[in-house]
């Protein structure tokens, strides 16, 4: 299948570019689709946890099934199908569909990413060649994380990152056609004397903190903006792209080990900052850094590293082992907890620098300095450790809560059978309420009842929200608590209200869900009272204009969207259902798991007078 290159590769940029971008396709589609908008269209489709989880199983056996059965072909045209496959995946991820066919997608997206992946990592050796090859595969990987990073794309709408990712892997599809395939000539180009499997762990270590990380970041919004908010999109890019370059750059030298091992130690970092309110800044800076050294090298080691011969064997195993189960298990492990523990932290480093400083006789400075860090690295977790536990900060949550006299307004406690489960969500067991220590029902409700806040209000909107109470409700008559951020008690105070996030967050989706609009009544929809409550409730996020571009706007990791043109991706049309009902259900119970809160004890006149201006809105 491979014919001769014409001629051999005259200049630097025709000797790698093509490549590159074949690999910074594959690594943006993978990386802006696969695990992120395809993710997010899941969630909006189906809001059960156990039903997401099989979706996301259906691609990683896709990806392992898609990696082992192309080692049959081994041929450019099997890197061919597979991307065609990826592209129009994320086509059909648009369609609205229900369980079944987003378990079917999910699958076919994953045979056909293995298939792309182990194909591409196999056919490199043959089309990237001489002195530059690393530096070319950095080139690409780090293109492909830059562009992810691009505000516009990341915070378009997950439709629209479907569109945008098949339009890049397009662009790899039309590159590989430019690609001098070429039966790779060297027999091995093995310069490091570790057997394959040890390389494998390494990578399967790496991959599982990384994706523990990611995920931990993402779902805590506090964290998710200080290390991924608007302003620093453009900074991570920068980084990803000139960390990736540099791996390659080492990786030609023969530095593979050293490209690994400080990929370990920078990530293993990242995670110990981003636990620390003081640090977390740090971890923007190194978390990026980390991934892109360790993704070069990934995609390099296969066939540019480890030598033509196998590659292709070598690429389905460290994609199937590391990639697919290395980032399930990092992601399963991670999504119940706040934080990344530090055991966990040292296991992964001490299985990445055991298996690359072992098997080689030789003694180096390298080693020795290595474990001297990872002795170090031990010390100061141990240190965190006796610091700081999430239950620490949901305990003195509490005693803020109980400190600030939150009770003298607050209650939390629903009245069964009440108005109050319209409102907030089912009433909990009285014996559970009353055996809590103090017991906080709350001696009189001026503002709602907090019993279920983590499912309806995002950790930002809390905060924001403590330090000026009016900017949302002009008629609120809470006090400021801005003075509590001054220290950590205000996040140790939402890290109270958050205690319970998982069970709450369940309870908001299945009510929104199940919600099939207010019963018919005659009352008249008024669209200057819309207008009037937009105006004072809305705006500060989706600006007066309802451009999306509020005083707010730029607080939240989505910005609110643009309520005229759109894109939209919660309030789309959907043919099955009155759209009036669905704007309806967004104005009275928020989008939960977003920054966009609910107006939950709002009357039916108040909800459908909101929604029928928003639609006056768009159709103007
Ligand atoms: C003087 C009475 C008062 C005090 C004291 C008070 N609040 Fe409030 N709170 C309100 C009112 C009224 C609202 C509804 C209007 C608004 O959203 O601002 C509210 C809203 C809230 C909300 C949003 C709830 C929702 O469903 O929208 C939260 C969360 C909250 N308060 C938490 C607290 C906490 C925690 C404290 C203690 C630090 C506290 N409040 C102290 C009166 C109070
Ligand atoms: C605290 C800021 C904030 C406030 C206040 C707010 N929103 Fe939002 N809204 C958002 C954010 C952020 C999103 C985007 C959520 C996402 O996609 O992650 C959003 C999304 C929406 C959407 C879905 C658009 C789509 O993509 O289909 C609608 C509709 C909407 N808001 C209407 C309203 C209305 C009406 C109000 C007032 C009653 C309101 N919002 C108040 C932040 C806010």
């Not at 903190?209 to 200080?226: N, T």
């Not at 798991?593 to 909800?607: I, L, N, R, S």
Request: charged share 15%; net charge positive; hydrophobic share 45%.
């Amino acid at each position: 299948m491979h014919r001769n290159s014409k001629s051999p590769p005259s200049t630097f940029l025709s000797s790698g570019i093509f490549p590159a971008l074949m690999i910074a396709g594959v690594y943006g589609y993978f990386l802006l689709f696969s695990q992120f908008a395809f993710l997010e269209i899941v969630h909006t489709r189906v809001a059960d946890d156990v039903k997401i989880k099989i979706v996301l199983a259906c691609m990683a056996i896709g990806g392992l099934l898609g990696g082992f059965t192309v080692l049959k072909w081994q041929n450019p045209r099997s890197l061919r199908i597979g991307m065609c496959g990826c592209a129009l995946a994320a086509l059909l991820a648009l369609l609205p569909l229900g369980l079944i066919g987003l378990a079917a997608i999910s699958f076919f997206m994953g045979v056909s990413l293995g298939t792309t992946t182990v194909s591409l990592a196999g056919l490199l050796p043959g089309c990237l060649r001489g002195a530059n090859r690393c530096q070319w595969a950095g080139i690409g990987t780090g293109l492909g994380y830059a562009l992810c990073n691009v505000p516009t794309l990341f915070q378009s709408s997950p439709s629209q990152q479907a569109v945008i990712t098949c339009g890049m892997m397009g662009v790899a599809l039309l590159a590989s056609f430019f690609v001098a395939w070429d039966a790779p000539a060297q027999k091995s180009m093995q310069e490091i004397s570790y057997r394959w499997w040890l390389i494998v762990v390494a990578f399967f270590a790496l991959v599982w903190m990384d994706s523990a990380a990611f995920y931990v970041i993402q779902h805590a919004p506090d964290l998710k903006k200080a290390t991924w908010g608007g302003e620093m999109l453009w900074r991570n890019a920068g980084l990803h792209f000139f960390s990736a370059w540099i791996a390659g750059l080492l990786l030609d030298r023969k530095k593979m080990r050293q490209v690994i091992i400080s990929a370990v130690m920078i990530l293993a970092l990242a995670s110990w900052w981003v636990n620390e309110e003081s640090t977390r800044y740090l971890t923007g800076w190194c978390y990026p850094i980390g991934v892109s050294l360790y993704s070069t090298a990934l995609i390099a080691w296969p066939g540019l590293i480890a030598g033509s011969l196998g590659s292709w064997q070598r690429a389905a195993w460290v994609f199937g082992i590391a990639g697919w189960i290395g980032s399930g298990q990092g992601i399963g492990m991670a999504e119940n907890l706040q934080r990344l523990p530090s055991w966990f932290i040292i296991v992964a480093l001490a299985v990445v620098i055991a298996t690359l400083t072992s098997g080689n006789g030789k003694k180096s400075w390298w080693r020795r300095a290595l474990l001297m860090v990872m002795g170090g690295v031990f010390f100061l977790s141990q240190k965190y450790d006796l610091r700081e536990s999430s239950n620490d900060a949901i305990e003195r949550g509490k005693n803020v809560y109980v400190a600030e006299g939150c009770i003298h307004c607050h209650s939390q406690y629903l009245r069964p059978g009440s108005i109050d489960e319209s409102y907030w969500g089912e009433s909990q067991q009285w014996e559970k309420i009353i055996s809590a220590q103090p017991v906080l029902i709350g001696n009189r409700r001026q503002g709602p009842d907090l019993t279920n806040i983590a499912g309806r209000r995002s950790a930002v909107w809390l905060r924001e929200h403590f330090i000026e109470p009016r900017q949302f409700n002009p008629n609120s008559s809470m006090p400021s608590y801005g003075y509590l951020f001054e220290d950590n008690r205000g996040n140790d105070l939402i890290a109270y209200l958050q205690a319970d996030v998982g069970r709450s967050m369940n309870d908001s989706l299945a009510r929104s869900a199940a919600w099939t609009g207010f019963p018919d009544d005659d009352r008249n929809v008024d669209l200057a009272l819309g207008k009037k409550l937009f105006d004072e409730h809305c705006s500060v996020c989706h600006g007066l204009t309802a451009m999306g571009d509020g005083v707010m706007a730029q607080k939240f990791m989505k910005p609110p969207a643009n309520l005229r043109a759109g894109p939209f991706s919660w309030s789309a049309i959907r043919p099955d259902e009155n759209h009036e009902v669905t704007l309806q259900r967004i104005v009275r119970f928020g989008i939960p798991g977003t920054d966009m809160p609910g107006h939950e004890t709002w009357t039916a006149e108040q909800v459908k007078s909101v929604a029928a201006y928003l639609l006056q809105l768009r159709e103007n």
